[in-house]
């Protein structure tokens, strides 16, 4: 049996003809996913560099190492950020906390992706 993506499928289960901005939606719509799953594994990739001991969450010190590593980060500033990303107030940055900044940060995010 051959695995067919679900884009695939559809062009061919639906041949008819398709006008050029339709061509074009739906060219535009496979970019955005897979644009969407190339930053979910660039989310996922940083969130393990943060993540030193891989217990799934960060926490203050292990931002802080990470953010030292980037370039200077005072503990003021480490805390500032602990702050405003953990939003649920345990101490630690979960992986949704963490896609939940990602989201409202993508441009600072694109410049940490490429440093990792």
């Known amino acids: 049996m051959v695995h067919q993506s679900n884009s695939f499928r559809v062009i061919v289960q639906n041949p008819q003809k398709k006008s050029k901005q339709e061509e074009h939606n739906q060219v535009a719509q496979h970019s955005q996913i897979l644009m969407a799953s190339q930053e979910k594994s660039d989310v996922d990739r940083i969130f ?3 993540d030193a001991n891989g217990d799934g969450k960060i926490s203050s010190a ?7 590593n980037l ?7 480490i805390n500032r950020m602990m702050a405003e990303i953990d939003t649920d ?3 630690y940055i979960s992986f949704n906390e963490f896609v939940e900044f990602h989201n409202a940060n993508r441009g600072l995010m694109k410049d940490v992706a490429k440093i990792f």
Request: cysteine-free.
């Open 48 to 50: 393990k560099r943060f």
């Open 62 to 68: 292990e931002l802080g190492e990470a953010l030292r």
């Open 71 to 77: 370039g200077s980060a005072s503990p003021d500033e």
């Open 89 to 91: 107030g345990d101490g």
